[in-house]
């Protein structure tokens, strides 16, 4: 795989904006919202998602710089992959009427829109090279699962739950259920998606390998190129120079 600094410094940017937003929120609400707390903040799905995301990025753009993609890396792109995927249609659902403590406008977006978008974008340029199969991809959901769990068991003990399905005091059990369903079928079908979406690899041009084409076109090589040579060229009296 040929360097691809472009490719690099978008990741770059990007992890960067993630992370100036995840932690600027941070800090604007343990120093300006009364009760916030940092165990709270970082039990958002949103907020562990980018996280997940930003390093992604900035891993797969450190990668990208030095011409390589390992194949754990394919693998860590299509979980961020879902997962944002997951925050920022989920989001635009269910949730962007409802407070999730992101008080700052421009963090809002940059969670909840921007890197989702960004991410999805990231992974269609630069599809793995190896197809990813759907049970491979089943793999990504044992976080979402491990999230509802985790959000389940520590809410009676926080007296708090990071989302309103997520709270059965609103609605009871039942309600939490069939909305985790809801989403986790929903969820299945992101990873089933972007496993699918490996099978394009042909068709899609991978960033490098297009570089890498546009280069040997310039040099003339190639498998049209005409050598002179061969069982078919004229090498008698009568050829033609």
Same mark, same amino acid.
């Given at each position: ?7 690099? #410094? ?58 390589? %993609?390992? !194949?754990?890396?394919? #693998?860590? @792109? ?6 944002? +995927?997951?925050?920022?249609? +989920?989001? &635009?659902? #269910?949730? %962007?009427?409802?407070?999730?403590? $992101? ?10 829109? +921007? ?15 190896? @197809?990813? &199969?759907? !049970? $491979? &991809? ?15 068991? @520590? ?19 039942? /309600? ?5 369903? #809801?989403?986790?079928?929903? =969820? ?8 699918? %979406? ?9 960033? =490098? +390998? ?14 049209? @190129?005409? $050598? ?6 004229? /090498?008698?009296?009568? &050829?033609?120079?």
């Amino acid at each position: 795989m040929t360097a691809n600094k472009g490719l690099a #410094l978008f990741r770059t940017w990007f992890a960067l904006l993630g992370f100036v937003a995840v932690l600027f929120q941070f800090l604007y609400l343990m120093q300006n919202v009364p009760g916030a707390s940092a165990g709270n903040y970082f039990s958002y799905f949103t907020i562990e998602s980018n996280i997940i995301a930003f390093v992604t990025l900035g891993i797969a753009a450190w990668f990208a710089w030095k011409g390589a %993609s390992p !194949r754990w890396l394919e #693998l860590l @792109r299509g979980a961020a992959t879902v997962y944002m +995927t997951i925050t920022g249609i +989920t989001y &635009s659902l #269910l949730l %962007s009427d409802v407070d999730v403590n $992101t008080p700052l406008p421009w963090v809002n977006v940059v969670l909840h829109y +921007t890197v989702p978008t960004i991410i999805v974008i990231d992974w269609l340029v630069d599809l793995p090279k190896t @197809r990813i &199969s759907i !049970r $491979t &991809s089943l793999l990504w959901l044992a976080f979402p699962l491990a999230y509802l769990v985790y959000s389940l068991i @520590r809410g009676p003990f926080a007296d708090w739950y990071p989302y309103p399905f997520l709270d059965p005091r609103l609605g009871g059990y039942g /309600t939490v259920a069939v909305m985790s369903v #809801l989403i986790a079928v929903a =969820a299945f079908a992101f990873a089933v998606i972007a496993a699918l %979406s490996t099978r394009l690899q042909n068709l899609v041009p991978h960033p =490098a +390998t297009a570089a890498a084409g546009t280069r040997v076109a310039g040099t003339g090589q190639g498998p049209d @190129r005409i $050598t002179g040579t061969g069982p078919g060229t004229a /090498t008698g009296p009568g &050829s033609v120079s």
